[in-house]
């Protein structure tokens, strides 16, 4: 803690303030100069020491330390008003800096020293207990309710900084689980057709076998879509403008992926249920990705098999179902694609289901909901 600005600009206030109480009024007595000195040093570390600052207040009211004056036949008091602005300053800097707390001795001590200050007040003049009230109690009062708010205030800023750290950490995991996912849907499907594609290639090229030309303009396709859907996802991730970057996946592009998956040897089968209607863009991707990573996962574990594709809009929204027959396109609930498909479908509040088939296979069930009046 050091002096600040306010500091020296009180003291030097307080000073000015009882030089022209003694120019003005010039009440007897010959030690006020440096009583007042002593007051306006007190007045200066009062946050620094605001119970040592305080003690001398305490006993200043009693008649040792001033000389009765004799006004009009009657006795009254020689006691300076700047002495009381002083006592006040510094008591309520104790109510301030000092406030009572439980199991606080210095709280407890300023009490003691207000409530003393007020007896020594009430004694002195008991005719006017009002000022005992006014003087001593007033002030700390008023500086224990500031240090309430004060405290009230940083408790509140604090929660609110937590609050905005905590959603900004949230807000990062969230971003981190988005950009995983997205990468993991468009790389992995990818990659997927493109190994299957090279094996069959491979076993061609061992068995002495010509090798399909279109096959590998499927394999160099199917990278090049990678390169470009990861460039055009990092793209979003610097900020960079969409102008330049491949367009977005979604339903639209269906068939572009159904192509892709007979290509490297799925028997895929589509039906389309219900009238089309307007689907927000977000829901759009997810949809795709979700189809998406579902035929992958066939590829990848079923090897050969027959899927069925059903796209249906109701009006609980949009279902999705991919059912294959040639066993278990997925193993367990534990892997990524199969997270990330559930949190896509619960991101807009929809469900999915991924669950063997009694009869053999597998089959993946989504529905997502569309907001009504939603615009692609």
Do not use: C, K
């Not at 009882?18 to 200066?44: D, F, H, K, N």
């Not at 330390?65 to 008091?77: L, M």
């Not at 005719?127 to 224990?144: H, K, S």
């Not at 996946?249 to 007979?262: E, I, K, N, P, W």
């Amino acid at each position: 803690m050091r002096l600040r600005p306010t500091d020296l600009a009180l003291t030097g206030g307080f000073v000015l303030f009882g030089l022209t109480e003694e120019y003005l009024i010039g009440m007897p007595g010959r030690w006020w100069p440096a009583v007042l000195a002593i007051s306006a040093a007190l007045v200066l570390v009062r946050r620094f020491y605001p119970l040592l600052a305080m003690a001398p207040h305490v006993i200043e009211p009693l008649p040792f330390f001033y000389r009765p004056a004799v006004i009009a036949g009657e006795q009254t008091v020689n006691f300076r008003l700047w002495q009381l602005v002083g006592a006040m300053i510094i008591i309520y800097t104790v109510g301030r800096y000092v406030p009572p707390a439980r199991g606080d001795r210095r709280g407890l001590t300023g009490v003691a020293l207000v409530v003393a200050a007020f007896l020594v007040y009430l004694l002195n003049d008991p005719g006017d207990p009002m000022a005992a009230l006014f003087f001593p109690v007033a002030p700390y009062v008023l500086g224990v309710a500031l240090s309430v708010q004060a405290r009230r205030s940083a408790d509140a800023a604090s929660a609110r900084a937590a609050f905005r750290e905590q959603h900004a950490r949230e807000a990062v995991m969230e971003e981190r689980v988005r950009i995983a996912r997205e990468l993991h849907d468009m790389v992995a499907h990818s990659v997927t057709v493109m190994v299957i594609q090279a094996g069959v290639v491979r076993r061609r090229l061992d068995a002495g076998l010509p090798v399909d030309r279109e096959l590998l303009e499927t394999i160099e396709s199917s990278g090049r879509e990678a390169v470009g859907e990861l460039r055009r996802t990092l793209g979003l991730l610097r900020g960079e403008g969409t102008d330049t970057a491949q367009a977005p996946v979604g339903l639209d592009r269906l068939d572009d992926l159904f192509a892709q998956v007979r290509e490297a040897g799925l028997t895929v089968t589509v039906r389309r249920e219900g009238e089309p209607g307007p689907v927000p863009p977000a829901i759009d991707v997810s949809a795709y990705r979700i189809v998406q990573e579902a035929l992958t996962n066939v590829l990848r574990h079923a090897g050969h098999a027959r899927v069925g594709v059903t796209i249906g809009f109701s009006g609980d929204g949009l279902r999705l179902e991919i059912v294959n027959d040639g066993g278990p396109a997925a193993v367990g609930g534990g892997g990524q694609g199969l997270i990330g498909m559930r949190e896509r479908a619960a991101l807009f509040g929809g469900e999915l289901t991924a669950e063997p088939r009694p009869e053999g296979g597998f089959a993946v069930r989504a529905r997502l909901p569309l907001p009504v009046g939603a615009s692609r």
